[in-house]
């Protein structure tokens, strides 16, 4: 699923080339594509068409588009293989399309999703701590690229709950953005391994494992993301290239870039960590008590 590196650059490739554009019709191609909005395809289409795209917008994993005149949100869900592409109308019919707005520019926001997890919805905007959010988003914390972002105030989140790191690092309400790509970068570079558990972690041990969740996703950003396959790219259609990057995640058996020890595959809430056991040592477990 993509991460906050790689919806980052879709929403900017959409603030470049869509917005201030109108739709002037919209094809819904597969009914799961808009299954989150309960009205249907007719319905989505009709409140779509005429609306101005003011804004793309963005927190964590999650993004949107802010409409006019209405003032509502459309909610993009990339799922695990979305993509949202710009395209002349005479491209070539991608295999996968599911939804295809018309433009008012002379373009095509196409909707693209092989798996079908994916899909657009619309929902109302609320002010949530200053910012406009949809809805649908108001329960998911600011990411760590957020300007407003405050790291001392998601440090004594962490440090209340009694919870393995990489859980508190995936659970999109404490901070949004990070799935398990960037989780085991972060915990690599501030070498702690994800089994620590956050109320045995110092308040300074916990800011530097954001601070190398920030550097490392801004990184990521730079290079246009992490790609493994066809499936995310930007609205060009252009793979990212952070993956020739990565020190620990899918490293299994290479060397630590630091120490030169084979990384680590574990398995975690049916995935995979991967870490150095050198320079992440796992906590040690306490044994079990003996009955009296």
Not at 137 to 156: C, G, K, N, Q
């Amino acid at each position: 699923m993509p991460e906050l590196p790689e919806v980052e650059v879709v929403r900017r490739g959409l603030e470049r080339h869509i917005v201030g554009a109108s739709i002037d019709s919209v094809d819904v191609l597969h009914p799961r594509a808009i299954r989150r909005h309960i009205l249907g395809a007719e319905d989505l289409a009709g409140q779509l068409t005429g609306e101005r795209i003011a804004q793309a917008d963005r927190r964590g994993k999650y993004l949107w588009l802010v409409l006019e005149p209405s003032a509502v949100a459309l909610v993009v869900h990339l799922g695990m293989s979305g993509q949202m592409l710009v395209q002349p109308p005479e491209a070539v019919t991608e295999k996968h399309l599911r939804i295809r707005a018309r433009l008012d520019s002379g373009l095509d926001l196409r909707f693209v999703d092989q798996r079908t997890f994916g899909g657009w919805a619309l929902a109302p905007l609320v002010d949530v701590d200053g910012s406009l959010v949809p809805d649908s988003v108001a329960h998911i914390a600011r990411d760590p690229l957020d300007t407003r972002f405050e790291s001392a105030a998601t440090v004594t989140v962490m440090r209340r709950k009694h919870t393995e790191i990489k859980r508190a690092l995936l659970d999109q309400t404490v901070v949004s953005g990070i799935g398990n790509i960037y989780a085991d970068e972060a915990l690599w570079r501030a070498q702690i391994h994800g089994t620590r558990l956050t109320d045995r972690l110092t308040a300074a041990t916990l800011r530097q494992l954001l601070g190398a969740a920030q550097e490392v996703m801004r990184e990521a950003l730079d290079q246009g993301g992490t790609s493994f396959d066809a499936l995310y790219v930007n609205v060009n259609g252009e793979s990212g290239y952070f993956d020739r990057s990565l020190s620990a995640y899918g490293q299994e058996d290479r060397p630590c870039p630091r120490c030169g020890t084979a990384i680590r595959r574990e398995k975690f809430m049916n995935r995979s960590s991967f870490s150095c056991p050198r320079c992440q040592p796992a906590p040690r477990r306490s044994p079990p008590k003996r009955p009296a």
